[in-house]
C-alpha cells in the first residue's frame, strides 16, 4: 500500500465530539500518522479552528450540547480563515436526511457511528492528501519559493481588497514597507546562500510576529511588505520599531542586518495600491536617508 | 425481542478492533464509559420523570452513541429505540423499558469490569525521580495549551508513584482522569499543584 500521508511534519487533524469516549477511539485510529487536536464542544471547535497549529481536517460530532454539528460547520465556512478547512461528520444520525444536509452544508464526508477503525483511517488520510495537495497548489500560486511568505501577485490582489474594504467600512489601514540594509555588501562579502538563509530568517521572523489577519509578502529582492489591517499610522510606526528590534537582534550566521521601514496609513482620497505604495517607498528613501536601521512614518 | 436476544451484550472483539488492537486504549475507553453512565443513566431517569422528550431523544442518541462505541450492541439497541420513542413522544415505552435498559447497562458493565481488572496493570514497580516527574509535567502542559490529544501511553509516569508522597499519588491520579476526559484547565490546575508539591519536596 501506497502511504500517501507520508510528510515531514503530521497534519493536524482536530476532533470534536461531547462524550470523550468517543474521541478516545478516532485518537486510536489516527493517532500514529496525524497530530491530533480535541474539542469537546462547538464553541471550543470554532475556537481551535482558529489556533495555531491550525487543522488539516475537521472531524465534527453532530448532535452536541451547546451549538449542533450543522452549525458549527456552517460558521467554520463562512470565515474566511477556516473556510477551506475540510470537514468530516461523524456522527450517530444515520438518517439519509441527515447526512444529505450534512453534505449540502459543505462536508466533505459523513461518517456514522460506531465507527470502523480502518474507514476512518482511510477517509481521513484521503482527505488529508487532498488538503495538502490544495495546499501545495495554493503556496506555489501565491507565494515565494525562497521565503514562503505570500508573492507580490498575492499581495497586490489581496491589496485592492483590503483598500476597498477600509474606505467602505471606514477602518484604518497601514503599509509597511521595509528594506534590508546593505544588502548587497552582505551577498558579495558572505556569498549568496548566507544572503538567501538570511532573507528566510528575516521572513520568519516577520510571520512570527506578525497576527494572523496581517498579510505579510516579500516584494522584491530584499524587501517586504506588511499589510496591517485595523492599525492607525501611531500603532503602525510602534510595530514597524518592533520588527526594526528583532531583526537587529537576529544576526543570521552570526551577521549583522539591519532594516529601514517606512510606514504610512491610507488617506481617504488615495483611490490605489499604486498610490499607497508609492508614498510607502519615499517613506524607506528617508528612512534610509536619516542613516538606515530606523522607521519614518508619513502622514 | 428475539433479534435482540442474539446480540450479545458486550462484542470485546469488535470493540478491540474499533481501537486498531491497542489494549491500552481500549482500557481507557471502557474506563471512561464506566465512569460517565451513571450520569447518562440519571439524566435520562430525570427526563423520564418530568416527561421532557427533547431531552429523553438527546441522552439516549449520546446513550447509543457511547454503547456502539464500546460494541455493548444490546445497549446500543434499546437506547435507540429509547431514542426513536422519545422523538415520537411516546414516553409511556421509556417508562415500561426503563428497568430494562438498567439491566442490560449492569451486565455490560459488569463484563467490562472482569475485562478491566484482568488488565489494569498494578502500580508500576520502577520509579522516576523528581526531575523526570517535572519534565513530564511540563510536556503535558505543552501539549494541554494548545488542547493537542494526549494518548494514555503518553501518561505512564504518573502511574509510576513509587516514592511519591500520598498527595502526590493522588494529584497523579486526579490528572490522568482529567486528561482522559480532556478536561484541559482543570489538567493545568493539577499540574500546577504538583509541580509545586515536586519542589517542595526537593
Known amino acids: ?299 | 425481542m428475539s433479534v435482540e436476544q442474539e446480540l450479545v451484550c458486550w462484542d470485546q472483539n469488535s470493540a478491540l478492533k474499533r481501537v486498531v488492537n491497542q489494549e491500552s486504549l481500549l482500557v481507557n475507553v471502557l474506563t471512561l464509559f464506566i465512569e460517565e453512565f451513571p450520569e447518562h443513566l440519571h439524566v435520562l431517569k430525570q427526563s423520564i420523570s418530568t416527561n421532557d422528550c427533547q431531552q429523553a431523544a438527546r441522552i439516549s442518541h449520546a446513550i447509543k452513541g457511547v454503547a456502539s462505541t464500546v460494541s455493548g450492541l444490546q445497549l446500543e439497541q434499546i437506547a435507540a429505540e429509547f431514542e426513536l420513542s422519545a422523538k415520537q413522544q411516546k414516553m409511556d415505552v421509556l417508562i415500561n423499558k426503563l428497568a430494562e435498559l438498567e439491566q442490560i447497562a449492569a451486565l455490560l458493565i459488569q463484563q467490562i469490569n472482569v475485562y478491566l481488572s484482568s488488565k489494569i496493570k498494578t502500580e508500576h514497580s520502577s520509579s522516576f525521580n523528581n526531575k523526570m516527574w517535572l519534565d513530564c509535567l511540563q510536556s503535558l502542559s505543552k501539549k494541554l495549551a494548545i488542547s493537542e490529544y494526549i494518548s494514555p501511553d503518553e501518561l505512564g509516569i504518573l502511574n509510576s508513584t513509587e516514592g511519591q508522597t500520598e498527595s502526590v499519588k493522588q494529584l497523579a491520579k486526579e490528572l490522568m482522569g482529567q486528561i482522559n476526559r480532556f478536561e484541559n484547565e482543570s489538567a493545568m490546575l493539577t499540574i500546577d499543584h504538583i509541580q509545586k508539591e515536586l519542589n517542595n519536596n526537593g
Open chain 1, 1 to 299: 500500500m501506497v502511504e500517501t500521508t507520508k510528510k515531514v511534519e503530521k497534519q493536524v487533524v482536530l476532533l470534536v465530539d461531547d462524550e470523550p469516549a468517543n474521541i478516545q477511539v478516532l485518537a486510536a485510529c489516527l493517532q500514529d500518522f496525524c497530530q491530533l487536536k480535541v474539542a469537546t464542544s462547538g464553541q471550543q471547535a470554532l475556537d481551535l479552528a482558529l489556533k495555531k497549529p491550525l487543522p488539516d481536517l475537521i472531524l465534527l460530532d453532530i448532535e452536541m450540547q451547546d451549538i449542533e454539528g450543522y452549525d458549527v460547520c456552517v460558521q467554520l465556512k463562512n470565515n474566511l480563515t477556516t473556510s477551506n478547512i475540510p470537514i468530516i461528520f461523524v456522527t450517530g444520525k444515520n438518517a439519509e436526511e441527515d447526512e444529505e444536509k450534512g453534505l449540502e452544508l459543505g462536508a466533505v464526508d459523513y461518517i456514522t457511528k460506531p465507527v470502523s477503525s480502518a474507514i476512518v483511517r482511510a477517509r481521513v488520510k484521503t482527505h488529508l492528501t487532498l488538503k495538502h495537495q490544495q495546499d501545495q497548489l495554493k503556496l506555489m500560486a501565491l507565494h515565494d519559493h525562497l521565503t514562503k511568505l505570500y508573492n507580490r501577485h498575492y499581495l497586490m490582489d489581496v491589496a485592492e481588497k483590503k483598500i476597498a474594504h477600509s474606505k467602505r467600512h471606514q477602518q484604518p489601514l497601514s503599509l509597511l514597507m521595509m528594506d534590508l540594509d546593505h544588502f548587497k555588501q552582505i551577498n558579495d562579502t558572505h556569498g549568496h546562500l548566507v544572503g538567501d538563509r538570511m532573507l528566510q530568517g528575516v521572513a520568519k521572523l516577520l510571520m512570527e510576529q506578525s497576527r494572523l489577519e496581517d498579510v505579510v509578502a516579500r516584494f522584491g529582492g530584499e524587501e517586504f511588505v506588511i499589510l496591517l489591517d485595523q492599525c492607525d499610522l501611531t500603532g503602525a510606526v510602534e510595530k514597524a520599531q518592533e520588527y526594526c528590534s528583532a531583526v537587529e537582534a537576529l544576526k543570521p550566521d552570526g551577521v549583522p542586518v539591519t532594516l529601514s521601514i517606512g510606514a504610512v496609513q491610507l488617506c481617504a482620497e488615495q483611490d490605489n495600491f499604486k498610490d499607497f505604495m508609492k508614498r510607502a517607498d519615499d517613506a524607506v528613501y528617508k528612512a534610509k536617508e536619516k542613516g538606515r536601521n530606523c522607521v519614518v512614518g508619513e502622514t
